[in-house]
């Protein structure tokens, strides 16, 4: 029996759970951001306000990404709103 694990892409959030963090700096994680664009806030600037996201300065250091979480939050929205 071969087993297959598909493994997280960090910049594909599709690939993610939903406890995955999408922001390192301020430790929101996937639910969090898909439940506020399900509440109607369906633009970065919304999610930042409501969550928190997005709103650190230690993206370089935090994230896997070594950048910003804002391209995948973007990709959220275009998943879920």
């Given at each position: 029996m071969?087993?297959?694990?598909?493994?997280?892409?960090?910049d594909?959030?599709?690939?993610l759970?939903?406890?995955d963090l999408?922001?390192y700096?301020?430790?929101?994680?996937?639910?969090?951001i898909?439940?506020?664009?399900?509440?109607?806030?369906?633009?970065?600037?919304?999610?930042?306000e409501?969550?928190?996201?997005?709103?650190?300065d230690?993206?370089?250091?935090?994230?896997?990404?070594?950048?910003?979480?804002?391209?995948?939050?973007?990709?959220?929205?275009?998943?879920?709103?």
């Open positions: 071969k087993f297959t694990i598909n493994p997280k892409i960090y594909d959030v599709s690939t759970s939903d406890s999408i922001c700096c301020c430790d929101t994680d996937k639910k969090t898909v439940d506020s664009i399900e509440n109607g806030n369906r633009t970065l600037k919304a999610i930042k409501t969550t928190g996201a997005c709103m650190g230690k993206c370089v250091t935090l994230n896997p990404n070594k950048r910003c979480c804002s391209k995948e939050i973007r990709q959220l929205i275009g998943l879920y709103a």
